[in-house]
């Protein structure tokens, strides 16, 4: 191997870089990253650790200028005041006080359980309707070449682009018009067709990668294309087919626009539930806090269980097979 020329090797030393070719150029890059992450991790975090440290604080402490960072008196009060609003609102205040001699009184009238059920039956509802429809469409997509093929995808891929609200007014217009205000229907139609065209892209993306050997096989198998896609393909993005539920269930679970417009209080789910609470300059704000803890628990242990589903449905059209 021939050896570098001398003026080629004197540049090079010239312009050394320090922060990339020295130990002590490592170790303050490994600092800087460090302390970035750290920055990015209490933005991030900061406003969930609010949110608790108020929900166990008293009213008195939470309007104490400057502010406590840990609460000083540790109280329920705030989980207290949600159950017995919850128990009062639901009707069950003679059961409780019957069964436990627990006499709930609260001037708050919110029935959190309500909330909760009322959500879940818009999220599930809307999360099966972007699932099914959204997986038949990309399997066609993926499978089938036809004429309009990429124009369609594109409208696909841009009407995630553009906000709900923007077609607020016409998707009133039709709501009057089909009878539907006020029920939980209509929110499982419109946020079931929100988020159809991310299933879409998220599954077109597994079954162009999906082996053709195996879709051969089954039609030596005498499979129709219905059995294929139905007993074969189905079983085998498990994964990808989580995590698009899991989408659709999070924009349903925390949409609030459509929710606040197109329900009563009667029907509210779970956001514009939570902002009834609010209540100008009388907001109990350790209420608020306890309301929202309560409400997100059931989905955080929920997506914690099945969290590896969801990373690895994300990713599985992303590598090829």
Known sequence: MAAKDPDTAAE???????????TAGAYVRKTAVSLLTLVVFAFVLFPLYWMVVTAFKTTAEIQQIPPTVFPNDFSLEGFRLVVESSIQAGGYTSLFANLFGWQASSAIDIDILSLVLNSLKVAIGAGAIALVFGTAASYVLSRRDFAGKNALMSIFLASLMFPGTAI??????LVSALGL????????????AMTAPFVVW?????????????IEA?????????????YVIVPMARNSLIASFIFA???????????????DNSRYTVPPGLLTFVQGFNTQWNVVAAASIIISLPVLLGLAYIQRYFVQGLTGGAIKG
């Open 12 to 22: 090079f030393r010239r312009n050394e870089s320090w922060l990339f070719d020295t």
């Open 168 to 173: 607020m007014v016409p998707e009133w217009e």
């Open 181 to 192: 205000f006020n029920t939980h229907l209509v929110l499982i139609f419109i946020y079931g």
């Open 202 to 214: 998220l599954m077109k993306g597994f079954f162009d990668d999906f082996p053709d050997s195996i």
């Open 218 to 230: 089954s039609r030596i198998d005498q499979c129709s294309s219905i059995e294929t896609f139905w």
């Open 249 to 263: 269930f999070l924009l349903a679970w925390n949409e609030l626009v459509f929710a606040l417009t197109l329900l």
